[in-house]
């Protein structure tokens, strides 16, 4: 069973509309849920954090985290072009062990 | 310089050669990781030193050393690569305390003949 698991897509939404993304996990003990954005050909960067169940927003983004259900999700409001990248999905338990996702491409069509 | 720095950005090597990437990290962290990104594949972790531990992942081939000098340098050196290894090594580093949060390098791009 794989640790992280993502839609890989691709998903295609249009301007302005909102992209949705999810992510299981496969660790009850998780405590750390993180959401990257990786543009073509560059290194993955932190756009959210989130380590309690609910929402948290922002900007544009808006992470949600369910820990009975392990799944998280990373709402993008009002999209652009140049939100069109990879976005990966990282969790952690103990202090050094991340795992990444596979990542969900999304194209933000204008 | 500031933030996550690797070199080289691009490198190809033939399958008996020997070569090491580095990276150095500007944070002031105490955490250092090596990853792998293949196409269609989750990130790999390789290696992390960190204050508290250094983790290997058992699954890495021998043919992969990991040498960190001290907390702002992490090399990782390469010989008799399989063209298998061809992928994007990504460093990244953590501080040791706040926010326990990943910054990444630009990636070193291999690629093996």
Redesign the interface.
Known sequence: QKEVEQNSGPLSVPEGAIASLNCTYSDRGSQSFFWYRQYSGKSPELIMSIYSNGDKEDGRFTAQLNKASQYVSLLIRDSQPSDSATYLCAVTRLLNQFYFGTGTSLTVIP | ETGVTQTPRHLVMGMTNKKSLKCEQHLGHN?M?W?KQSA????E?MF?Y?L??R?ENNSVPSRFSPECPNSSHLFLHLHTLQPEDSALY?CAS?PDSG?????????SRLTVL
């Open positions: 955490a990781y990853y269609k594949k989750p990130l972790l992390v960190s508290e531990e983790v990504l953590r926010a326990n949060v990943l910054t990444f390098g630009a990636g």
